[in-house]
Nanobody, 121 residues
Framework: QVHLVESGGGLVQAGGSLRLSCAAS????????MGWFRQAPGKEREFVAA???????WYAASVKGRFTVSRDNAKNTVYLQMNGLKPEDTAVYYC???????????????WGQGTQVTVSS
Protein backbone atom coordinates (compact mmCIF):
# COMPACT_ATOMS: atom_id res chain seq x y z
CA GLN A 1 0.00 0.00 0.00
CA VAL A 2 1.32 3.41 -0.99
CA HIS A 3 1.74 5.87 1.84
CA LEU A 4 2.52 9.57 1.30
CA VAL A 5 3.44 12.03 4.06
CA GLU A 6 3.88 15.76 3.46
CA SER A 7 5.83 18.17 5.59
CA GLY A 8 7.18 21.69 5.43
CA GLY A 9 4.12 23.90 5.43
CA GLY A 10 3.80 26.96 7.59
CA LEU A 11 3.27 30.70 7.76
CA VAL A 12 5.42 32.99 5.65
CA GLN A 13 5.31 36.61 4.57
CA ALA A 14 4.65 37.54 0.98
CA GLY A 15 7.83 37.22 -1.06
CA GLY A 16 9.16 34.49 1.18
CA SER A 17 9.95 30.86 0.50
CA LEU A 18 8.96 27.43 1.75
CA ARG A 19 9.95 23.93 0.74
CA LEU A 20 7.44 21.14 0.97
CA SER A 21 8.48 17.51 1.13
CA CYS A 22 6.51 14.38 0.41
CA ALA A 23 7.94 11.07 1.54
CA ALA A 24 6.60 7.95 -0.11
CA SER A 25 6.66 4.33 0.97
CA UNK A 26 5.25 1.07 -0.28
CA UNK A 27 6.17 1.42 -3.95
CA UNK A 28 9.03 1.57 -6.48
CA UNK A 29 9.23 5.35 -6.22
CA UNK A 30 11.36 5.98 -9.31
CA UNK A 31 8.56 4.70 -11.54
CA UNK A 32 5.81 6.67 -9.78
CA UNK A 33 4.46 9.95 -11.13
CA MET A 34 4.11 12.58 -8.40
CA GLY A 35 1.94 15.64 -8.35
CA TRP A 36 1.35 18.59 -6.09
CA PHE A 37 -2.15 19.97 -5.68
CA ARG A 38 -3.50 22.77 -3.55
CA GLN A 39 -6.93 23.71 -2.30
CA ALA A 40 -7.88 27.06 -0.88
CA PRO A 41 -11.07 27.55 1.15
CA GLY A 42 -14.10 27.67 -1.10
CA LYS A 43 -12.10 26.80 -4.20
CA GLU A 44 -11.60 23.68 -6.26
CA ARG A 45 -8.47 21.62 -5.92
CA GLU A 46 -5.81 22.94 -8.29
CA PHE A 47 -3.04 20.94 -9.95
CA VAL A 48 0.14 22.90 -9.28
CA ALA A 49 3.15 20.87 -10.40
CA ALA A 50 4.25 17.40 -11.33
CA UNK A 51 7.39 15.34 -11.28
CA UNK A 52 6.96 12.58 -13.78
CA UNK A 53 8.94 9.37 -13.66
CA UNK A 54 11.85 9.93 -16.02
CA UNK A 55 12.57 13.34 -14.47
CA UNK A 56 10.38 15.60 -16.58
CA UNK A 57 8.27 18.20 -14.84
CA TRP A 58 5.13 20.25 -15.39
CA TYR A 59 3.86 23.47 -13.81
CA ALA A 60 0.63 25.36 -13.73
CA ALA A 61 0.86 28.83 -15.23
CA SER A 62 0.05 30.35 -11.84
CA VAL A 63 3.29 29.05 -10.31
CA LYS A 64 5.66 28.70 -13.25
CA GLY A 65 8.88 30.56 -12.58
CA ARG A 66 8.28 30.65 -8.83
CA PHE A 67 7.87 26.99 -7.84
CA THR A 68 10.27 24.15 -8.57
CA VAL A 69 9.44 20.49 -8.20
CA SER A 70 12.19 17.92 -7.77
CA ARG A 71 12.58 14.38 -6.59
CA ASP A 72 15.20 12.27 -4.87
CA ASN A 73 14.53 8.68 -5.84
CA ALA A 74 17.12 7.40 -3.36
CA LYS A 75 15.09 9.00 -0.54
CA ASN A 76 11.65 8.25 -2.04
CA THR A 77 10.87 11.93 -1.68
CA VAL A 78 9.47 14.66 -3.90
CA TYR A 79 9.92 18.33 -3.08
CA LEU A 80 8.16 21.55 -3.95
CA GLN A 81 10.35 24.62 -3.56
CA MET A 82 8.13 27.68 -3.43
CA ASN A 83 9.73 31.09 -3.91
CA GLY A 84 8.16 34.50 -4.31
CA LEU A 85 5.10 33.40 -2.38
CA LYS A 86 1.94 35.45 -2.70
CA PRO A 87 -1.14 35.62 -0.47
CA GLU A 88 -3.08 33.84 -3.20
CA ASP A 89 -0.79 30.83 -2.76
CA THR A 90 -2.41 30.24 0.63
CA ALA A 91 -3.94 26.77 0.60
CA VAL A 92 -3.63 23.24 1.85
CA TYR A 93 -1.04 21.54 -0.32
CA TYR A 94 -1.29 17.85 -1.12
CA CYS A 95 1.09 15.48 -2.80
CA UNK A 96 -0.39 12.70 -4.86
CA UNK A 97 0.86 9.77 -6.87
CA UNK A 98 -0.16 7.97 -10.01
CA UNK A 99 1.17 5.11 -12.10
CA UNK A 100 0.64 7.08 -15.31
CA UNK A 101 1.01 10.75 -16.14
CA UNK A 102 -2.15 12.44 -14.93
CA UNK A 103 -3.52 15.95 -14.62
CA UNK A 104 -6.86 15.40 -12.92
CA UNK A 105 -7.09 14.73 -9.21
CA UNK A 106 -9.40 11.79 -9.93
CA UNK A 107 -6.57 10.07 -11.78
CA UNK A 108 -4.22 10.12 -8.81
CA UNK A 109 -4.66 7.06 -6.65
CA UNK A 110 -2.56 7.97 -3.63
CA TRP A 111 -2.74 11.10 -1.53
CA GLY A 112 -0.96 12.61 1.42
CA GLN A 113 -2.74 14.19 4.34
CA GLY A 114 -2.02 17.75 3.25
CA THR A 115 0.02 20.56 4.75
CA GLN A 116 -1.15 24.13 5.30
CA VAL A 117 0.69 26.99 3.62
CA THR A 118 -0.32 30.48 4.69
CA VAL A 119 1.16 33.58 3.06
CA SER A 120 0.56 36.86 4.83
CA SER A 121 0.52 40.17 3.01
Amino acid sequence: QVHLVESGGGLVQAGGSLRLSCAASGLPFSTYNMGWFRQAPGKEREFVAASWSGDSTWYAASVKGRFTVSRDNAKNTVYLQMNGLKPEDTAVYYCAGAWTRAFRSADFGSWGQGTQVTVSS
